[in-house]
């Protein structure tokens, strides 16, 4: 009789517990967390997050991911006001690109992210706009010709090395900007303004260094 009772309760459990989980009700227990940065990727080797130097302006800012949201604004159609989510929710690529440094230094690194050409496009310049400029959260800003961005495949990064952009690196947003030196290559971006301002000079540009930035070329005036 006893044993013929526990049967009977080990049936209801399994049953409620089935259940439970058929409709969803216990919550989800599996937390994502970030990949391991990795050492190498087709063949090449990587350098690591730890590679990088120190000299962003401000030191390494620390932002609030509930409360951050990207603005694309100026000479467009359509401003928009974008979560970090909802950036990310842009089609994604990856790639190996070097940064080169006018200090002398270079980092071999996996860029994961959003082309700023979808991003622009959804926004729609409108025709007087020739001039991208990005602004960070530390005050730090730049340009480029809205050309450049359209003509090539240039990342907004949100992932390094498989593993996401740490605040020293630029969490949430950094620039890929390929071919130009690394002073280009804006950190915690939160806003891109579309401008006609083809003479536009970000901070290291209004300090004497090239507003092309390229890399075939001295990052002086």
């Given at each position: 009789m006893i044993k013929q009772y526990i049967a009977l309760v080990a049936i209801v459990i399994i049953m409620v517990v089935a259940t439970v989980i058929s409709l969803d009700i216990?919550?989800?227990s599996t937390i994502p967390l970030s990949s391991v940065e990795v050492t190498e990727y087709q063949g090449q080797e990587l350098s690591s997050a730890s590679?990088?130097?120190?000299?962003?302006?401000?030191?390494?800012?620390?932002?609030?991911?509930?409360?951050?949201?990207?603005?694309?604004?100026?000479?467009?159609?359509?401003?928009?006001?974008?979560t970090y989510d909802q950036v990310k929710s842009f089609q994604n690529y990856q790639?190996?690109?070097?940064?080169?440094?006018v200090e002398g230094w270079s980092v071999n690194i996996l860029w994961q992210g959003v082309l700023?050409?979808?991003?622009?496009?959804?926004?729609?310049?409108?025709?007087?706009?020739?001039?991208?400029?990005?602004?960070a959260v530390d005050g730090y800003s730049t340009s480029f010709p809205l050309e450049y961005l359209q003509n090539n495949q240039i990342i907004m990064a949100y992932q390094m090395n498989?593993?996401?952009?740490?605040?020293?690196?630029?969490f949430p947003f950094q620039l890929v900007a390929e071919s130009k030196w690394g002073y280009k290559w804006i950190k915690w971006?939160?806003?891109?303004?579309?401008?006609?301002?083809?003479?536009?000079?970000?901070?290291?540009?209004?300090?004497?260094y090239s507003i092309s930035g390229n890399l075939n070329e001295s990052f002086l005036k």
């Amino acid at each position: 009789m006893i044993k013929q009772y526990i049967a009977l309760v080990a049936i209801v459990i399994i049953m409620v517990v089935a259940t439970v989980i058929s409709l969803d009700i216990l919550p989800n227990s599996t937390i994502p967390l970030s990949s391991v940065e990795v050492t190498e990727y087709q063949g090449q080797e990587l350098s690591s997050a730890s590679d990088f130097r120190e000299n962003s302006i401000k030191g390494p800012q620390y932002v609030d991911i509930n409360s951050y949201h990207l603005e694309v604004d100026g000479l467009v159609a359509h401003p928009r006001n974008y979560t970090y989510d909802q950036v990310k929710s842009f089609q994604n690529y990856q790639k190996v690109v070097k940064l080169d440094c006018v200090e002398g230094w270079s980092v071999n690194i996996l860029w994961q992210g959003v082309l700023v050409k979808d991003i622009l496009n959804e926004a729609q310049p409108l025709p007087p706009a020739n001039t991208v400029i990005f602004y960070a959260v530390d005050g730090y800003s730049t340009s480029f010709p809205l050309e450049y961005l359209q003509n090539n495949q240039i990342i907004m990064a949100y992932q390094m090395n498989n593993a996401t952009l740490p605040p020293e690196r630029g969490f949430p947003f950094q620039l890929v900007a390929e071919s130009k030196w690394g002073y280009k290559w804006i950190k915690w971006i939160n806003r891109i303004e579309l401008s006609n301002n083809s003479s536009f000079q970000g901070y290291w540009e209004s300090r004497g260094y090239s507003i092309s930035g390229n890399l075939n070329e001295s990052f002086l005036k």
